[in-house]
């Protein structure tokens, strides 16, 4: 099966204090492009999808998000009708509504997901960032933590909870989380840290 993490934070307005509320200055989309571009396919199993269902879905997503949320969103309702059972879709189809700033949607659609596929990591991981732009800053910790219990070297998982750490003023946690992900091939999140003095240079 073809599987793609979803949900990186924006990196751009890194430990800035944001001034509007629920709004994050993290987002979904992975501007290192490291491992992670957004979500997974159910390309192995044996579908009911209608073939060019899936090939337009996926014809939708440019590799960090959907250019088309909504019309992704159409296609997936059809395969979810079909494939009532199956997380995957709903997983990408919270990647879609989250790409549509719907939050709430997006957290029902990964609920579902992790409620169908036990031990979905990728679903918590991207529940977290739906979090994080609620302002629900604990749960989004919450659910990094279980992705990273679910899947050890989980390097978007440590990326992220280190991004929500430093922008909530946490540099040690923040910092350590960098450090790991940075241990596992991605680290601009902890360069960027050492470039604005957040983390020390070592």
Known sequence: MRKIIIFIFLVLTFL???SEKNKS????TNKEKA??????????????????????????WNGKKYTDPKKAIEYLNNDIKLQQKNAV?????????????EYQLAIEDYNKAISLKK???DAYNNRAAAYYVLGKHQLAIDD??????????FVDAYANRGLIYLNLGNKDLGCSDA???????MCGILEKAKNKGSCPLI
């Not at 396919?41 to 899936?54: H, Q």
């Not at 919270?94 to 790409?99: D, Q």
């Not at 450090?179 to 091939?185: F, H, S, T």
């Open 16 to 18: 800035c204090s944001c």
């Open 25 to 28: 200055d993290l987002d979904l």
């Open 35 to 60: 491992l992670s571009d957004g979500k997974e396919y159910a390309g192995s199993e044996k579908n009911k999808t209608a073939p060019d269902s899936l090939d337009k879905e996926r014809a939708l």
């Open 89 to 101: 879709k709903y997983n990408n189809r919270g990647t879609a509504y989250y790409g549509l700033g």
């Open 119 to 121: 031990g979905y990591a």
């Open 144 to 153: 990094c933590n279980k992705a990273i219990k679910l899947k050890k070297d």
């Open 179 to 185: 450090r790991k992900a940075c241990e596992l091939g």
